[in-house]
Structure formats: structure tokens, C-alpha cells
């Protein structure tokens, strides 16, 4: 009876405890490089959620606000910088990176006439629950991401200026780019959207264009 007892508890609670079954094991560099729209991305989601979550020791990275959470956020830059810093990258980025090198100085006009500034573009996110209001510029070969508390105002006159870092870019592809903060040399990478309406960086943070024209 007690064997019986068990067995309905484990089949009660399957989806929690997955009474024993094995987590899938993923590259959690991967994770992190992968473009968004890739099949291995999507059915990895699942899996590259949990093995981030537990490198930096969280229970879900994705419902962490990483403006309020310092600590938290510096794991998650430094999980970042070791996936792309040379010799401890995984091979899948490292071959990402090493194929956005040469666009850095003269293959960036395709994304530069969608997402950039000297087009009449900057790009906005918005969390109304964290109060927190994020813009992101692309100009040639810089970017500037800017993070404001918003202050329960809806004007951007009185919101207060948390942060402010920028360093080089340079397109992937036509959907994706990658970026170095140049005041700690943390690697950041976006996927675009296919019609360039949306972004989402490499904390899954969400940002909408806007057309300043």
C-alpha cells in the first residue's frame, strides 16, 4: 500500500519533480548566442532557461528584473563575457563572432538603414511594473542604451537616469548584431524581428521601434 501511495504522489506531481527524470543538458554559452529565431533555440527555450537560471542562481532568470537586482545582473554580464571572451567561448560563438568580424568596418548598412539613428530610428522599452524606461540607439558603429526610473510619471522630463553605456557594434546578419560595453567590456547581442518592429537583447529584454522622422 505504501509502494502504491508513492507511486500516485510521483504521477501527481510529474510535472513538478518529474519524479527522477533527467533534465535535458544544454550548451548554456549556446543559450546565450544563439539567435532567437534559430530551430535549436526554440527547442532548447526550456532547457536554456534552467541552465542559465542555475548559473547564476536564480529560480527563473527570465522573471528577474535585472534593473533592481545588481547582484544578480553582474552574474548574468559575467556568465555573458566568459561565453564570448576569446578562448573560453563555447564553439558555437566563437564562430558567430568570428564570422561578424569582418562586417564590422562596411557590412552594417543593412541593418544601419532599419535600426539606426542617422535613419530616423531609436528603439524604446517600456516596463511600467518595474517603472523602468530603456531607449537604445544605433548610430554607424556605436550604440547608446540608456535606462531611466521612470518615477510614476509618464512624462520623460522627470524620469532619473539610472545608467548609460555605449561601446562598438557591428551586424551578425540581418537579423542580429553584436556589441561590447566599452566601460567593462561585457558582450550584449540583438535579433531583430524579421520587419526590424522589435528587438529582443541578450537578456530578454523586449525593445519597439520608433521612427523619430
Do not use: H
Not at 509502494?3 to 533527467?22: D, Q
Not at 552594417?108 to 524604446?124: A, D, K, P, R, Y
Amino acid at each position: 500500500m505504501k509502494k502504491i501511495y508513492s507511486i500516485i504522489i510521483c504521477l501527481l506531481f510529474l510535472l513538478v519533480t518529474s519524479c527522477g527524470a533527467e533534465s535535458k543538458s544544454v550548451d548554456v554559452c549556446r543559450c546565450l548566442t544563439e539567435p532567437s529565431n534559430s530551430e535549436w533555440n526554440k527547442e532548447n527555450q526550456d532547457a536554456c532557461r534552467d541552465a542559465i537560471s542555475e548559473e547564476i542562481g536564480v529560480e527563473n532568470w527570465e522573471k528577474v528584473n535585472m534593473s533592481e537586482n545588481i547582484e544578480i545582473s553582474a552574474k548574468f554580464d559575467a556568465l555573458a563575457k566568459r561565453c564570448t571572451d576569446n578562448g573560453v567561448s563555447s564553439e558555437t560563438n566563437s564562430k558567430v563572432i568570428e564570422d561578424s568580424e569582418p562586417n564590422s568596418n562596411n557590412e552594417n548598412t543593412q541593418l544601419v538603414t532599419n535600426i539606426g539613428t542617422s535613419n530616423g530610428f531609436i528603439w524604446e522599452s517600456i516596463d511600467l511594473k518595474a517603472q523602468v524606461y530603456s531607449t537604445l540607439a544605433f548610430d554607424d558603429t556605436i550604440f547608446r542604451n540608456i535606462v531611466y526610473l521612470m518615477n510614476d510619471k509618464t512624462n520623460s522630463e522627470d524620469f532619473s537616469k539610472m545608467l548609460e553605456v555605449s561601446g562598438p557594434w557591428s551586424a551578425v546578419d540581418a537579423n542580429n548584431a553584436l556589441g561590447t560595453i566599452t566601460s567593462n567590456n561585457v558582450n550584449v547581442s540583438w535579433t531583430f524581428s524579421d520587419d526590424y518592429s522589435t528587438l529582443t537583447n541578450n537578456k530578454g529584454a523586449i525593445y519597439k521601434r520608433i521612427n523619430m522622422k
